[in-house]
């Protein structure tokens, strides 16, 4: 078991973005690829728009039955999920040029770095990120599971013993004509069940690439933070006894501090590029996340019998879903300012003026946090904190009219 998790494993080229390449392939193509046929994007954007065009069949059914809470909360829970995925989706795929220019340039460092403190760096980048994304993988296809599996065996049992069958769609709908007609109802059904299919791999393959964007981000920070310790040790620590270095000594020095910064800078003005590119992804998420986990929580409490598996995986992939977004912000924030503590260890006082202001600068730089941006809001834990005691205010307030 020690030696799956050992991150030399994860260092390996198949761990690069191994769970999100899937989720993406699933929904129509993976946006790191050199070659995306036109077909490709047709066909996710098919997808997003089965999606949205069942949602619409699925407010309808929420209108119909608004004085019946538990229908509605029932319906409301997956409708919101498969509603946003599809829009984070689709706004992906419109940006899907600064994700492949973002992933190009962690996947050329991805495999550039030979030293073992560099491929340690990334071997724990590449861990992160696998694990929270197959963690998401496996409970939102296990919801997606349980929303067809039930309905399709209950149907299954009625036809077996002669009963009459109930014509129960995985995910509760409303449509303007008759869908009790064979084959009809077998169609939508599968239309149904193929939504939340695709929902399920938008869920671990685009709330998945966020969270190994950040990690493999902060990572980058992590190298140049080696780097500047490395530099430390071969250039300052040899010359313990000189009070001064000499001028040789000083422009090698100031030639290596500048590739760093210079490094430094990119990875800042790549972490912005990113901000921009998902920010509309995570202030939708923040927004509809409390309002999800409150109604996942009562329909706990309110459902009945294997209904109640169903909610129990869906709050664990939802939860999950809203720590990936706030534990990416705090990595790369955290992974950000190190930088100035690394450099501020540099004996900056055994070198001449020029070397000492381009220590300050990358110092002063660093300092300021490199953070995910959005509206409102941070995507920090202390807004994944926000978002949980908002949930516990909802639940508190529905649970009064229950």
């Not at 930088?339 to 004996?347: D, P």
């Not at 900056?348 to 300021?368: F, S």
């Amino acid at each position: 078991m020690k030696s799956f998790f050992a991150y030399r494993k994860f260092a390996d080229k198949k761990f690069f973005f191994r769970v999100q390449k899937l989720g993406w392939r699933i929904v129509g193509f993976w946006p790191g690829s050199d070659v995306i046929h036109k077909y490709q994007i047709v066909f996710a954007i098919f997808n997003c728009i089965q999606i949205l065009i069942y949602g619409v069949f699925q407010i309808n059914y929420c209108i119909a039955n608004r004085d019946k809470l538990v229908l509605l909360l029932d319906t409301m829970t997956p409708m919101f999920t498969q509603i946003t995925t599809a829009m984070k989706i689709l706004f992906l795929i419109w940006k899907r040029k600064e994700v492949k220019m973002i992933l190009d340039y962690l996947e050329k460092s991805f495999y550039r770095d030979h030293d073992e403190k560099l491929i340690k760096i990334h071997g724990k980048c590449a861990r992160f990120s696998f694990l929270f994304a197959l963690n998401l993988c496996i409970f939102a296809n296990a919801t997606n599971l349980f929303f067809w599996t039930l309905p399709a065996v209950k149907d299954c049992y009625r036809l077996i013993m002669g009963m009459e069958r109930h014509y129960e769609l995985p995910f509760k709908a409303v449509f303007p004509f008759d869908i009790t007609m064979s084959p009809l109802f077998e169609f939508i059904f599968v239309a149904s069940m193929w939504s939340g299919y695709i929902t399920a791999s938008g869920i671990f393959g685009g709330d998945g690439l966020f969270l190994g964007i950040c990690s493999h981000l902060s990572g980058q920070f992590d190298v140049i933070g080696s780097r500047i310790s490395t530099l430390i040790e071969q250039e300052i620590a040899q010359h313990e006894s000189l009070e001064r270095l000499t001028p040789k000594q000083n422009d090698h020095l100031y030639e290596k501090l500048k590739e760093i910064i210079v490094e430094h800078n990119l990875v800042i003005d790549l972490c912005g590029v990113m901000s921009k590119t998902f920010a509309p992804n995570v202030l939708i998420h923040f927004i509809t996340s409390a309002l999800i986990t409150c109604i996942c929580c009562l329909m706990i409490m309110l459902a009945e019998g294997a209904s109640k598996l169903i909610f129990v995986n869906y709050i664990i992939a939802s939860t999950t879903q809203v720590y990936v977004y706030a534990i990416g912000g705090t990595m790369l924030e955290d992974a950000s300012t190190k930088i100035a503590t690394k450099a501020y260890n540099f004996q900056w006082y055994k070198c001449n003026n020029r070397v000492q202001k381009q220590i300050l600068m990358l110092i002063t730089r660093a300092q300021r946090k490199t953070a995910i941006n959005v509206p409102f809001l941070e995507a920090t834990l202390e807004t994944f904190g926000v978002v949980i005691r908002t949930a516990g205010s909802y639940i508190t307030l529905l649970n009064t009219f229950l």
